[in-house]
């Protein structure tokens, strides 16, 4: 059978690391080919270099059997590949049918046509099976259907190729399987499909052979009959790992953070709860059902009615003064709250304690030497890729900026850590090393608010999980070791039954 692609010797180097190392992979067409390896292994970068985006310095790409040369991401869409990326590429004022056809607006006589282009684009979807409001605003729609707008762009450019990078990290169980049976089909209809996750789990049912990569290199290709997680973990680390997290039971102490009936905007109605020293509370449910908004009311980066205490006391609804009553957090968007991207990871791995002993002496000047220090330990302890401590944040692969946000947040030492999404994008080594780190905190009696869209997560970590609809707990059920909560019960009521 001839490859829908073949990618020959490819190679990519940058200062500091080489991340792509004379890498070959082929894919066939109807198959889904699963990618997995750790963070910084160059997993995309590769599918950068096949979607035009990235330049590589040698090798060769072949499609069904022709060597061709991309030099921008409409070379690859003309030869019929589309990308849907971790993070979405969507206009979120324009409204989904203007999404999926911009750049490819059919037109006459220079205007273009709405009408034909609404035709076209509904005509996609209903072949297809997705329901999605045409006429609603992006900015308006929960992420899961976000995704599907993503993958009709995709597909209203007649892609039979496409490159799926971490689609599942924000979906709930039930769009998780909604696209794999999409895929499914697409590949029976002689698509291709290039499938990027960390959640082993989620390769294995949905992938027909999955290559692993580390530091560069292909390490095996397998067929998914042929392997099992605990192979492909080992690979993807060079090393033998469990892939569970021994938890205890839990010790809780007296109360850190207390909410009565808290209200942030219409979000968040009427939240009242309870996180004790040395307790891990996991909040579970579908995105955009109040958990941004609740993580950042306590955080102090918005305005709410209400009551939050730490500690017996009223907190300072200010981000500075949460973090100095002994706070730490880490955001949901590592981007936006979690770095300064034009920064140096020196100055990141400091980003809040600036102005504290002992990055700055008596008269407020900072003392290079500690900072130094400090920024070498956090990139070695949490093994953040590249370890060197001058390369800018917006240089690191997702994962590793994650790892030196979740690092500097644990290594502040806090009574209360506010964790939101903290091991979304990080792959299965580290995700255990993060998890490890939060149990034994939590033994030592650090109080743990966990906010997650992974329900493996807060199912392996949380003590208790609260379930959030629409703004409300919907309920709370208890998770102790040894006998977890079922999956049907938490999905109920995220569902708000």
Known sequence: MLPAIELKGITKRYPLVLAND??????????????????????????????????????????????????????????GIGMVHQHFMLVEPLRVWENVILGAEPHWGGMIRPGLALA???AL????????????????LPVGLRQRVEILK??????????LDEPTAVLTPGEVQELFAFLRRFVAQGGSVIFISHKLDEVMEVADR??????????????????????????????????????????????LLTLEQVQVGSQVR???????????VGIAGVEGNGQTELV????????????????????PPTPWAVRRWGTSHIPEDRNRRGLVLDFVTRDNAILGDQGQPPFCNRLGLLRDPQIRAHAQGLVERFDVRPRGITLTARRYSGGNAQKLIVGRELTRDPKLLIAAQPTRGVDIGAILAIHAQILQARDQGMGVLLVSADLNEVLSLADRILVMHQGRLSGELPNPPGSPVSLAALGALMAGV
């Open 22 to 79: 004379g890498v070959d992979l082929t894919l066939y067409g109807g198959e889904v080919l699963g990618l997995v390896g750790e963070n910084g292994a160059g997993k995309s970068t590769l599918m950068k270099i096949l979607y035009g985006m990235v330049q590589p310095d040698g090798g060769e790409i072949w499609l069904q059997g022709r060597q061709v040369h991309f030099h921008s991401s409409m070379d690859a869409i003309r030869w």
């Open 296 to 315: 950042e009311a306590i955080a102090g980066l918005r305005p709410y009615r209400g009551e939050i205490r730490f500690q017996g006391q009223r907190l």
């Open 120 to 122: 076209k684009v509904a």
């Open 125 to 140: 979807q209903q072949q297809l099976g997705f329901q999605v409001d045409l006429q609603a605003r992006v900015r308006d």
């Open 270 to 280: 009427g939240v009242s709860l309870q996180v004790r020293a040395g307790e891990i």
């Open 210 to 255: 999955i290559t692993v990569i580390r530091d560069g290199r292909v390490i095996t290709t397998v067929p998914k009959q042929a392997t099992q997680p605990q192979y492909l973990a080992s690979c993807m680390v060079g090393r033998e790992v469990t892939l569970t997290v021994n938890r205890t039971p839990a010790q809780p102490g007296s109360p």
């Open 154 to 163: 995709a597909l209203y450019r007649q892609a039979r190729i496409l490159i």
